[in-house]
């Protein structure tokens, strides 16, 4: 049977994945070959993405990812029911009525930012918006150093997007080890500074967090530091990317959002799920499943396409165009089941600013003419997102 | 039109509560809390709605 089975790459395409993604859900099992020593089967239905999500007992997160970690990340690494107990300790602090206090904030800084190129004419959206408003926010919320931003989104980088030739996985395994190392030295000296220094910031307040009537141990605060670090720093970024470049290529649609910032809401989620950012998701097999007649061993890698979930038509009328007037949106951009993003919340209220306050102070932009607009494959950032910003005298 | 939710299956998405927040909020994690567990008319159809919202199955909006 598995001879059957269509070779796949979901990672390509990632300038305009939507095409590639109604061939995966042809399949609609597909194989990838990583050069791993189990094969990896590629999900990309939006029925067959929710089964996977949504049955943690039969498709595992704890040894699906290896990017550089000495032990599993927490909370994505770790499988219920044992995961509910980190939840029921970090949820409430990324929770909607806690991230709404950061809502001023959030929109200061955005603010702040754009009066650093509000007179220029052309911008790197990536470099001036795209990073600093996330990342910003990301390390004050924890409490890190923001003059050192440069360098955690640098190890997040070599960690992510290791600058490899597309495929050598031993050299990208080892700038993921490298770096590891660096992210765990560097917060076992800052989690030391907290057990001593309290402050009121998200990494003091998990430095002295308790599961189960005890204290986290320090292995267990590095592992939530470890995916902090990654899932805080890049995906609001890739996000802000993916919407600008859409709409700064689709004038009737920044032109709707300019005359009725009440749309901007329905916008986050409508981009969220056909742009779909975080385009595919790892889980590992833990017991023998049968998909679409494929056999699927303990052991055996899943990778689930959310981006083609989202653009399925079984489930989306006009799957592959941007409305934002949808009623029936029940996207899975953030994934699904237990492991549901962490940061949902504070993601969508971020995206929401950022949509706000850039058309109110700059209605009219668009992509340099002749540049091409590239996305990363996995999480689709755009690196060089120039900005043409004009009608100079509607900016404020 | 009775509304409910179950608790075990709603893993925060958040949907319900801004589609329909009239008649779901959240709870500190960000879960689902069913506001008014019974409504008619406009409320309905948005309760309705926010159940085709949820990822997770976890709303029912029925009579």
Redesign the interface.
């Known amino acids: 049977m598995s001879d059957q089975i269509p070779t796949v790459n979901p990672f390509g395409q990632a300038d305009d994945p939507i095409p590639m993604y109604r061939e995966l859900r042809e399949c609609p099992i597909g194989r990838m070959d990583f050069g791993q020593k189990r094969p990896s089967f590629v999900v990309s239905r939006y029925a067959d993405v929710?089964y996977v999500l949504?049955n943690a007992e039969i498709f595992s997160s704890c040894e699906a990812i290896d990017i550089g970690n000495d032990r599993p990340m927490i909370p994505l690494q770790i499988d219920p029911p044992e995961h509910a107990k980190y939840?029921?300790l970090m949820?409430?602090y990324?929770?909607?009525?806690?991230v709404a206090k950061l809502e001023d904030d959030i929109r200061k800084l955005t603010n702040q930012i754009i009066d650093g190129f509000i007179d220029k004419d052309q911008i790197n959206f990536h470099e001036e918006f795209a990073v600093p408003l996330p990342c910003t926010m990301f390390l004050r919320l924890v409490g890190l150093p923001i003059e050192d931003m440069e360098m955690f989104v640098g190890w997040k980088d070599d960690i992510i997007r290791p600058d490899v030739e597309w495929g050598d996985v031993e050299a990208a395994a080892e700038i993921r080890e490298k770096t590891g190392a660096k992210i765990y030295d560097y917060f076992g000296g800052v989690i030391d500074e907290r057990l001593a220094n309290p402050g009121d910031d998200l990494l003091s307040e998990f430095v002295h967090g308790e599961v189960e009537g005890r204290s986290l141990t320090k292995e267990e605060i590095l592992d939530i530091c470890y995916l902090f670090i990654l899932a805080g720093l890049d995906t609001v970024t890739a996000t802000l990317d993916c919407y600008f470049a859409y709409l700064a290529s689709h004038p009737e649609q920044r032109q709707a959002i300019v005359d009725d910032p009440g749309v901007i809401?329905a916008v986050v989620?409508e981009l969220l799920r056909h742009e779909t950012p975080v385009q595919v998701f790892p889980r590992t097999v833990s017991r023998e499943v049968t998909m679409h007649g494929v056999d699927l061993e303990p052991g055996d890698h899943v990778l689930v396409v959310l981006g083609s979930a989202n653009t399925d038509p079984e489930e989306f009328e006009d799957a592959d165009e941007v409305h934002f007037d949808r009623?029936?949106?029940?996207?899975?951009a953030?994934g699904?089941?237990?492991h549901?993003c962490l940061g949902?919340?504070f993601a969508?209220l971020e995206l929401r600013i950022a949509l706000e306050e850039f058309h109110k102070r700059i209605p009219e932009y668009s992509v340099l003419a002749g540049a091409g607009v590239s996305f990363s494959p996995g999480i689709r950032e755009v690196a060089d997102l120039p900005l043409i910003l004009t009608a100079e005298g509607a900016r404020q | 039109m009775k509304v409910s939710v179950d608790d075990a299956v709603c893993?925060?998405?958040?949907?319900c509560?801004?589609v329909a927040p009239e008649v779901f909020g959240?709870?500190?994690?960000?879960h689902c809390v069913v506001h008014r567990a019974v409504v008619d008319g406009v409320l309905a159809d948005k309760a309705r709605?926010a159940a085709?919202?949820?990822?997770?199955e976890a709303i029912t909006a029925a009579d």
């Open positions: 929710r949504k939840r029921r949820d409430p990324l929770g909607p009525r806690e809401p989620e009623q029936d949106n029940r996207h899975l953030f699904g089941g237990p549901r949902s919340h969508r | 893993v925060g998405h958040g949907r509560y801004a959240a709870d500190d994690n960000g709605l085709r919202n949820c990822p997770e």
